[in-house]
């Protein structure tokens, strides 16, 4: 792991998979950082405005219902899901993980964390070895229907 303001960088899926393989209660967030995010720590939802109590992120635990599929690919999949947000949100969004408590839930019942401690950057990489993991998977995988590319 590298080092980015201050906080640790994860520079490959394997080393996020170690992390999510080791610690439980990660969450990934699409944002411009801790450096933003912390001062208020909300988020709001863009459709109507409201202020939200705690980050919107999205829970890295491997689920039960996932039985015994790689972990790796786990991680892989909660990252392909969203890898369109730095397009959708402008420059500077970028993934990032970090530890908290739930709050409640955002519009697309994605979880609101607050009590938030920064864990770690994710590195773009990170995220084209996600999209290739799950490309490469056969059978019933297939394509989210997101825009662009």
Avoid: F
């Avoid at 080791?22 to 720590?41: F, I």
């Avoid at 939200?52 to 690919?73: F, H, K, T, Y």
């Avoid at 964390?113 to 990489?125: A, E, K, M, Q």
């Amino acid at each position: 792991m590298g080092t980015a303001d201050g906080m640790p960088v994860v520079r490959t899926l394997a080393e996020l998979t170690a992390l999510v393989e080791r610690d439980r209660g990660l969450y990934v967030r699409w944002s411009r950082g801790p450096a933003t995010d912390l001062p208020a720590v909300t988020s709001t939802d863009e459709l109507t405005g409201v202020s939200m109590p705690g980050l919107s992120a999205n829970p890295l635990d491997v689920e039960r219902w996932w039985q015994d599929r790689p972990v790796g690919l786990w991680v892989a999949r909660r990252l392909h899901d969203y890898a369109h947000l730095p397009r959708d949100k402008g420059p500077g969004v970028r993934p990032w993980v970090l530890e908290g408590r739930e709050n409640g839930r955002g519009p697309d019942n994605e979880p609101l964390v607050t009590d938030v401690r920064p864990v770690c950057w994710i590195d773009p990489s990170v995220i084209d070895e996600a999209k290739t993991e799950v490309a490469r998977q056969e059978g019933p995988w297939g394509p989210l229907r997101r825009t662009g590319g």
